[in-house]
């Protein structure tokens, strides 16, 4: 018993983790960030080793060229029966193209987040439905136009069908940041229930 529980602290502590980025780009308000339009519009992947240390492993795991800048990236577990089986798919919200893509072993897609600048997605339903939150923007807007939340059906290949959108309105007490509405999220829970800030 004792031997077994060592070596399983010792392949527990020699484990990594590969997890990937979306590099997003710069903000407006970032006034140090230097712009790279090439490599801003890429997803890496990065292992975390057991000691806390990160490396980019391009040389291993090849960066996923994207079509506009990942700022949310996301994942969904293969699910099914015994007569359907999906594989698992990679989901960034390109904000500055208002587009969702999706990304598998075999085939990549584009969406239209049904918004304007999606900043936010997450799988609901175990796994056949994706959330998108559209974010509007700038800071600064006086409109709510292109706010709102989203859902797509994920089908079996990665790629997405429309299902629906509902428009987000209001504002706030500062209007130089809150003249218009801004969804930042939509998180599904239990009960059939997602929330939407």
């Not at 079509?67 to 359907?84: D, K, M, Q, R, S």
């Not at 999606?118 to 136009?145: E, I, M, Q």
Request: hydrophobic content about 40%; aromatic content about 8%.
């Amino acid at each position: 018993m004792i031997r077994t529980l060592l070596l399983s602290l010792l392949a527990s502590e020699a484990a990594s983790l590969v997890f990937y980025v979306g590099t997003g780009g710069c903000d407006g308000a970032d006034k140090g960030c230097v712009e790279q339009p090439v490599a801003e519009k890429s997803i890496v992947a990065v292992r975390l080793d057991w000691n806390g240390t990160m490396e980019v492993i391009e040389d291993e795991v090849p960066s996923i060229a994207t079509p506009g800048l990942p700022v949310w990236l996301t994942t969904t577990e293969g699910f099914g029966t015994t007569n359907e089986i999906f594989q698992r798919c990679l989901f960034a919200t390109l904000a500055d193209k208002n587009l969702v893509y999706s990304h598998s072993s075999s085939a990549q897609h584009t969406m239209y987040s049904a918004g304007v600048a999606p900043v936010f997605a997450a799988p609901a339903n175990f796994g056949r439905t994706l959330l998108v939150a559209n974010y509007h923007g700038p800071d600064n807007a006086n409109t709510s136009t292109g706010a709102s939340v989203a859902s797509f059906a994920i089908n079996s290949d990665c790629s997405l069908t429309f299902v629906d959108q509902k428009n987000h309105s209001g504002s706030s007490v500062n209007p130089a940041r809150q003249g218009g509405a801004h969804v930042h999220s939509v998180v599904p829970v239990r009960g059939g229930l997602a929330y939407a800030c």
